[in-house]
């Protein structure tokens, strides 16, 4: 890793400068007034949006533990749908909201126009509505990345409903968990999943994961490949042949701004996945935004995030941010390699992209395919390049910038969070300098700080690191874990006192920018995918076999990181390459092929303290293949565990 001590720097071209909503000047005002004065700021902010009721009170918040409460536009009322569609009506119903990229690139593009857009929404609220779904009730999204996934967000939004998004690539366990874990009353689901030429049967995974749940819960699914799926009369409703006959008018409903617009379910440290709660009016405003600001994104723009809606930043920056401002947004169902390694970058060329969003992953996978897949295609209409979801390495920022960019767009390196809502930190396009790596500054009203993370005292100054917190909220911020408001207190106001902790950690270089080193939990990110560590754990546990297990990060080219598992076996069970290749499919059976261990290697003693406690730091290291600075081990019950561990390294 580079050092930001001999890291290279961008400065913002005139061209970039000259485009750009926010220069550096301005954005130095607008950053010292939002913290100044957050009232008048977010209430001017407040105005982006359309109000059915306008708010007069802008926040309320309250980080101390125990009393941690968050409210922003406390008494307005709005519709998310209506803000995302029929504001835009008048003014741009004929133009294209949503631009739909099929997985197979023989297949048409559709372009559908925010008339269309409200037309299908309706008739899927309608859809909902005769099913029985009200304001306050939950449905669970399992889909590929249609438009029909859009249309369900919409949906839920406009009759006040409360979605959930389950990833497809989760298990019918995991799915089955999310639907129980909120109640939810109807699966909105499709037939199959085609992506990269290979087909999830979402339908039949549904079925699976519908055994677990209550009886009453229903199942809408849209014919999508059109293949035979199994039916339950009574529990599956057709959602082709319904919208078909439904209504495509349906009046949104009013909500109250801290009204819940979604849950999505997000890993953590401890414990099994939690249902962040995110609300209607600040959340809105912030994605807006963010969106705007951050992508320089201005009217006419093509804007394409390659993320899936089933994380948030498909939530944020696919949906919800680009809508409300009236955008052209990119739906792309496929994946970076099908059918060849240049996909990407002739979506970017057949739909003129001006705002291409990724994750570093994807970068790296691509960059190793070499440039001849780029250099086939047009990439001029590119104008801003945007990566997250864990920290990009220079080489891969470098090769974003000389190849993709051509060194002529600015990238927005944005960290951020499902917790978060938007982006929290980055470099605006035109205001700052550029660091390959450095997220660099904090969005309008972000006071990040960096903690001594033993004292929890905040570091002053420069060229410093610890542990990274925010100090005051904004509109964005998630409210609570759905249902368990005190392991929200816990997880995120506990540990540090007054404060909201990341789970990451940070270094403020010597110029006062920001980079993030990284999770400082057992939170790993496996190409971009967020993940338990303990999850993986409880997964690896639950087999018959095993007796124990550790699971932790280690660098991975490609990924990021991988997930390397020490695994101890119960005594009437002998290590096998069968009980191996057993436990990757139980394990992606039990959470899906996205938590798939890379590496498993028997462990006949895991290195504990005294008390019983795993070592976690020691399983690092030799994860990493780093023995020389394992740490004092003599505190450890059994310290010859450790010997063991390296020599049977797997791998080595
Ligand atoms: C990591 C994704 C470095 C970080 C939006 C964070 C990043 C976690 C970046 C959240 C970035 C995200 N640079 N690290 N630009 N963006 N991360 O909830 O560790 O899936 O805490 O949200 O990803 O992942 P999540």
Same mark, same amino acid.
């Given at each position: 890793?580079t050092? @930001?001590?001999?890291?290279?720097?961008?400065?913002?071209?005139?061209?970039?400068?000259?485009?750009?909503?926010?220069?550096?000047?301005?954005?130095?005002?607008?950053y010292? &007034?939002?913290?100044?004065?957050?009232?008048?700021? !977010?209430?001017?902010q407040?105005?982006?949006?359309?109000?059915?009721?306008?708010?007069?009170?802008?926040?309320?918040?309250?980080?101390?533990f125990?009393?941690?409460?968050?409210?922003?536009? #406390?008494?307005? &009322?709005?519709?998310?749908? &209506?803000?995302?569609i029929?504001?835009?009506? =008048?003014?741009?119903?004929? @133009?294209?909201?949503?631009?739909?990229? /099929?997985?197979?690139?023989?297949?048409?593009?559709?372009?559908?126009?925010?008339?269309?857009?409200?037309?299908?929404?309706?008739?899927?609220?309608?859809?909902?509505?005769?099913?029985?779904?009200?304001?306050?009730?939950?449905?669970?999204?399992?889909?590929?990345?249609?438009?029909? =996934?859009?249309?369900?967000?919409?949906?839920?939004?406009? +009759?006040?409903?409360?979605?959930?998004?389950?990833?497809?690539?989760?298990?019918?366990?995991?799915?089955?968990?999310?639907?129980?874990?909120?109640?939810?009353k109807?699966i909105? #689901?499709?037939?199959?999943?085609?992506?990269?030429?290979?087909?999830?049967?979402?339908?039949?995974?549904?079925?699976?994961?519908?055994?677990?749940?209550?009886?009453d819960?229903?199942?809408?699914?849209?014919?999508?490949?059109?293949?035979?799926?199994t039916w339950?009369?009574?529990?599956?409703?057709?959602?082709?042949a319904?919208?078909?006959?439904a209504?495509?008018?349906?009046?949104?409903?009013?909500?109250?701004?801290?009204? /819940?617009?979604?849950?999505?379910?997000?890993?953590?440290?401890?414990? @099994?996945?939690?249902?962040?709660?995110?609300?209607?009016?600040?959340?809105?405003?912030?994605?807006?935004? #963010?969106?705007?600001?951050?992508? *320089?994104?201005?009217?006419?723009?093509?804007f394409?995030?390659?993320?899936?809606?089933?994380?948030?930043?498909?939530?944020?920056?696919?949906?919800?941010?680009?809508?409300?401002?009236?955008?052209?947004?990119?739906m792309?169902?496929?994946?970076?390699?099908f059918?060849?390694?240049?996909?990407?970058?002739?979506v970017?060329?057949?739909?003129?992209?001006?705002?291409?969003?990724t994750?570093?992953?994807?970068?790296?996978?691509l960059m190793?395919?070499?440039n001849?897949w780029?250099?086939?295609?047009?990439?001029?209409s590119?104008?801003?390049?945007?990566?997250?979801?864990?920290?990009?390495?220079?080489?891969a !920022?470098? !090769?974003?910038?000389?190849?993709?960019?051509k060194?002529?767009?600015?990238?927005?390196?944005?960290?951020w969070?499902?917790?978060?809502?938007?982006?929290?930190? #980055?470099?605006?396009?035109g205001?700052?300098?550029?660091?390959?790596?450095?997220?660099?500054?904090?969005?309008?009203?972000?006071?990040?700080v960096?903690?001594?993370?033993?004292?929890?005292?905040?570091?002053?100054?420069?060229?410093?690191?610890?542990?990274l917190?925010?100090?005051?909220?904004?509109?964005?911020?998630?409210?609570?874990?759905?249902?368990?408001?005190?392991?929200?207190?816990?997880?995120?106001?506990?540990?540090?006192?007054g404060?909201?902790?990341?789970?990451?950690?940070?270094?403020?270089?010597? *110029?006062?920018?920001?980079? +993030?080193?990284?999770?400082?939990d057992?939170?790993?990110?496996?190409?971009?995918h967020?993940?338990?560590?303990a999850?993986?754990?409880?997964?690896?546990?639950?087999?018959? &076999?095993? =007796?124990?297990?550790?699971?932790?990060?280690?660098?991975?080219?490609?990924?990021?990181?991988?997930?390397?598992?020490?695994?101890?076996l119960m005594?009437?069970?002998?290590?096998?390459?069968?009980?191996?290749?057993e436990?990757?499919t139980?394990?992606?059976?039990? +959470?899906?092929?996205?938590?798939?261990?890379?590496? +498993?290697? !028997?462990?006949?003693?895991l290195?504990?303290?005294?008390?019983?406690?795993?070592m976690?730091?020691?399983?690092?290291?030799?994860?990493e293949?780093?023995?020389?600075?394992?740490?004092?081990?003599?505190?450890? =019950?059994?310290?010859?565990?450790?010997?063991?561990?390296?020599?049977?390294r797997?791998?080595?």
């Open positions: 890793m050092t @930001q001590n001999e890291s290279p720097v961008y400065p913002p071209s005139a061209e970039a400068i000259s485009h750009a909503h926010v220069d550096a000047a301005k954005y130095d005002q607008m010292a &007034a939002s913290l100044a004065d957050p009232d008048a700021f !977010w209430s001017e407040g105005q982006r949006i359309d109000w059915i009721k306008p708010f007069t009170q802008v926040r309320d918040v309250n980080f101390n125990g009393e941690v409460s968050i409210n922003w536009y #406390t008494d307005g &009322a709005l519709n998310v749908s &209506a803000n995302c029929d504001r835009h009506l =008048a003014t741009r119903g004929d @133009q294209t909201a949503i631009i739909f990229e /099929p997985d197979n690139p023989k297949d048409p593009a559709l372009n559908i126009t925010y008339k269309q857009l409200h037309s299908s929404v309706c008739k899927m609220s309608n859809v909902l509505a005769s099913m029985g779904v009200t304001k306050g009730d939950r449905v669970i999204i399992y889909m590929p990345m249609i438009p029909e =996934a859009a249309y369900a967000m919409l949906a839920c939004a406009r +009759i006040g409903a409360i979605h959930s998004i389950v990833f497809a690539g989760f298990s019918p366990d995991a799915l089955a968990a999310r639907v129980n874990g909120c109640g939810a109807v909105i #689901t499709a037939d199959h999943a085609p992506r990269g030429g290979r087909v999830t049967p979402l339908k039949s995974n549904a079925d699976a994961a519908l055994l677990h749940c209550q009886d819960v229903k199942c809408l699914v849209v014919k999508h490949t059109g293949d035979q799926t339950v009369d009574g529990r599956d409703y057709d959602y082709n319904m919208a078909a006959d209504a495509d008018s349906y009046a949104p409903a009013e909500m109250n701004a801290e009204d /819940p617009l979604f849950i999505l379910y997000t890993s953590g440290s401890t414990g @099994q996945p939690k249902g962040v709660v995110h609300t209607t009016g600040g959340y809105l405003v912030y994605a807006a935004m #963010t969106h705007e600001i951050t992508f *320089d994104y201005h009217d006419g723009d093509i394409w995030c390659t993320a899936d809606v089933g994380w948030v930043t498909g939530h944020s920056y696919i949906v919800y941010g680009p809508l409300a401002n009236g955008a052209t947004t990119l792309f169902e496929g994946v970076p390699t059918p060849d390694a240049s996909r990407f970058w002739q970017c060329e057949k739909h003129k992209v001006n705002q291409f969003y994750a570093p992953t994807a970068l790296r996978a190793g395919q070499g001849e780029v250099e086939k295609c047009d990439l001029s590119l104008r801003i390049l945007g990566t997250v979801g864990e920290p990009i390495n220079p080489e !920022w470098t !090769w974003y910038n000389d190849v993709i960019g060194g002529k767009c600015p990238i927005v390196d944005t960290w969070q499902t917790e978060t809502g938007g982006h929290l930190m #980055t470099p605006l396009p205001a700052h300098a550029m660091k390959p790596g450095s997220a660099m500054k904090p969005f309008f009203g972000i006071q990040p960096v903690l001594d993370p033993t004292s929890g005292v905040e570091i002053e100054g420069n060229d410093v690191d610890g542990v917190c925010i100090k005051d909220s904004w509109p964005g911020q998630m409210r609570t874990i759905w249902g368990d408001h005190e392991r929200f207190q816990k997880t995120y106001f506990s540990d540090y006192k404060y909201y902790f990341t789970g990451d950690g940070c270094k403020r270089d010597v *110029d006062g920018d920001y980079w +993030i080193t990284g999770r400082v057992d939170v790993i990110n496996v190409s971009g967020r993940m338990g560590t999850e993986v754990e409880s997964a690896l546990v639950a087999h018959v &076999a095993v =007796a124990e297990a550790a699971v932790v990060g280690y660098p991975h080219d490609i990924k990021g990181q991988g997930i390397y598992c020490y695994v101890t005594n009437n069970a002998e290590p096998s390459d069968e009980l191996l290749k436990l990757r139980w394990v992606r059976t039990e +959470i899906g092929p996205i938590a798939s261990p890379d590496v +498993i290697q !028997w462990a006949p003693g290195p504990k303290t005294r008390s019983g406690k795993i976690r730091r020691i399983l690092r290291k030799i994860a293949n780093d023995f020389g600075s394992l740490g004092d081990t003599s505190t450890l =019950a059994d310290p010859s565990v450790v010997d063991d561990l390296i020599a049977n797997a791998g080595k």
